[in-house]
């Protein structure tokens, strides 16, 4: 309360699909949920009831003090989510919606969800169950670009991330460099989104590339 800084609750692991799919491998289970989604329910609402009892156990001790809940699962690939939205609705939605609600109990503190990739016709059904922060926002063209993300969720989400580690921080210029970070910026604005990496800063980065970024950002 008196150093400015905020505490935030890291995920617990990899997110509920990730789990089942690290269980069962990520191609069997993509089966499982087509061809035996009995099974696949069974397994999402077993580790679904995992993830809420440690999250119940945890926010009961310290969740008047959290400022912040980061959840994650990865959804999306370099174009398109890693399955359709109609079974994401069906299969994935309602363990996610029952873990937000688990949270929601024990901490009013907003929800960062944190997903890789292009997710864009997911991002709906994130808000409608509670997430309140988007991470990490790739800068892939035509799916999460800045100006759509304003457009459809400006006033719905706060947006975390956004700097390309795939590209421009690996071969661009300061100068584009800070352009992107701009327009990220003014695109988004300054009450609606907060700067970083839109995934692991990725080995061989150019270091002048990061400073110019997080230079960009403070004096803006």
Known sequence: ETTGYILAAGHISAGIFQDCWNLR?????????VLNPEFAETLLKRVTEIHIGIWESFLGAVGPYIDMVETADDLGGQNNPLISPRMYRR???PYHAALNAAIREKTRAP???????????LIDDLVEIGVNILNPIQ???GQM????LQKRYGSRLLFHGGLDVQSLLMRGTTDQVREHVQRYLKTLGMHRYIM???????PGFR??????????????
């Open 139 to 141: 800068p892939l063209p």
């Open 207 to 220: 270091p002048e590339n990061l400073v110019a970024a997080y230079e960009t950002a403070h004096n803006f």
């Open 196 to 202: 970083a990496p839109a995934n692991t800063v990725l």
């Open 25 to 33: 491998g990520m191609g069997q289970f993509m089966e499982d949920l």
């Open 91 to 93: 299969m994935i939605k």
């Open 111 to 121: 929800i960062l969800y944190h997903s890789c990739g292009a997710i864009l016709p």
């Open 145 to 148: 670009d800045p100006e759509t």
